[in-house]
Nanobody, 117 residues
Framework: QVQLVESGGGLVQVGGSLRLSCAAS????????MGWYRQAPGKQRELVAT???????KYADSVKGRFTISRDNAENTAYLQMNSLKPEDTAVYYC???????????WGKGTLVNVSS
């Protein structure tokens, strides 16, 4: 059974920084793409950033230049460095991964990021 566990969320002031981590564990042979999504109260879940096993990245326009996604393939871990945080970044952030030859999709339970003004 594969699990994704997020950590690093919390309360931060406008302009501050946080670093989220997503650790994958379980029966993992290979992890293809990993990503971060977020869901603000009353809104749909949206893509924040993704990264392939080769390191190619994609970002939502709203976070470009402020957030950086990275991964440590040896540790099966993805990171999201978030700088210059804004109140509109407040949301539950979820880790997502496509794992294995059949690209099974997994989600973490989320970590709350609260940006106060």
């Amino acid at each position: 059974q594969v699990q994704l566990v997020e950590s690093g969320g919390g309360l931060v002031q406008v302009g501050g920084s946080l670093r989220l981590s997503c650790a994958a564990s379980g029966s993992i042979f290979s992890i293809n793409s990993m990503g971060w999504y977020r869901q603000a109260p009353g809104k749909q879940r949206e893509l924040v950033a993704t990264i392939t096993s080769g390191g190619s990245t994609k970002y939502a326009d709203s976070v470009k230049g402020r957030f950086t996604i990275s991964r440590d393939n040896a540790e099966n871990t993805a990171y999201l460095q978030m700088n210059s945080l804004k109140p509109e970044d407040t949301a539950v952030y979820y880790c997502n991964a496509y794992i294995g030859a059949y690209e099974m999709n997994y989600w973490g339970k989320g970590t709350l990021v609260n940006v106060s003004s």
